[in-house]
């Protein structure tokens, strides 16, 4: 079993085999092996490039916005898809007039198109926020064959929910990225809880600790 989170040496970083775990997963020849031959097909080599030019151009510079932009024009993408959660409805309306002043084309799609019942995959009263089984539930199958039907070059998803970004990646035909992730405890900022992990959020992470 790969444990790359719970090493401290980082050889992989240095070209230093000797400075890492046992089971390090670098040491897996047929994986390695595949996955530098996996990146010399064209698509896949351009994109590699892409991201790491947009990576040292703008390192602690660029903010993800910039990025993903910059990222887009490297590789010629021109009809964006910007998939959102209502929530972050007026988010949205920003990052698509943003990408058109740079000069893409942007189809967006909204979680509840399609105005889907909760009931319609089981859902009783009880499990809603409105105790009301017709509550229009999001519909990230929906976002996905949009895009599909759109056509376009390259997703951004803004906002989705735990599992709905799940089910709208599954499902896509053109490469994605996150511009943010829903996280309605810290504003969309998943990764507060972790730098607090053992401070404030500590008895939510670890209750028995």
């Known amino acids: 079993m790969s444990h790359c989170a719970e090493c401290d040496l ?19 020849n047929p994986i390695q092996e595949q996955a530098a031959a996996l990146i ?10 892409a991201a790491a030019q947009v990576e040292a151009e703008g390192y602690g510079e660029l903010c993800r916005m ?12 021109q009809k ?12 949205a309306a920003t990052v698509s007039r943003i990408l058109r002043y740079h000069g893409f084309d942007v189809a967006s799609a909204i979680c509840k198109n399609g105005s889907h019942p909760k009931s319609s ?4 009263s009880e499990e809603t926020l409105s ?10 199958i929906g976002q996905a064959l949009i895009m599909n039907q759109e056509n376009v070059d ?40 972790i730098y607090l992990a053992d401070g404030y959020f500590r008895k939510r992470l670890f209750p028995k600790s």
């Open 10 to 28: 980082r050889g992989c970083k240095t070209y230093e085999e000797e400075k890492t775990l046992r089971d390090c997963p670098g040491k897996d």
């Open 66 to 77: 910039e990025e993903i932009i910059l990222f887009c024009k490297k590789l010629g993408f």
């Open 80 to 91: 964006l898809g910007l998939i959102f959660c209502t929530g972050l409805a007026k988010e």
């Open 154 to 193: 390259f997703n951004i998803l803004l906002g989705l929910c735990v599992g709905h970004d799940t089910l709208c990646l599954k499902y896509l035909d053109a490469p994605a990225t996150l511009l943010a992730v829903k996280d309605r405890r810290t504003g969309h900022n998943p990764l507060a809880a």
């Open 121 to 124: 995959i089981g859902l009783t």
């Open 40 to 49: 010399q097909e064209p698509e896949n080599r351009k994109m590699a490039r």
């Open 131 to 140: 105790d009301d089984d017709r509550e229009v539930m999001c519909n990230p």
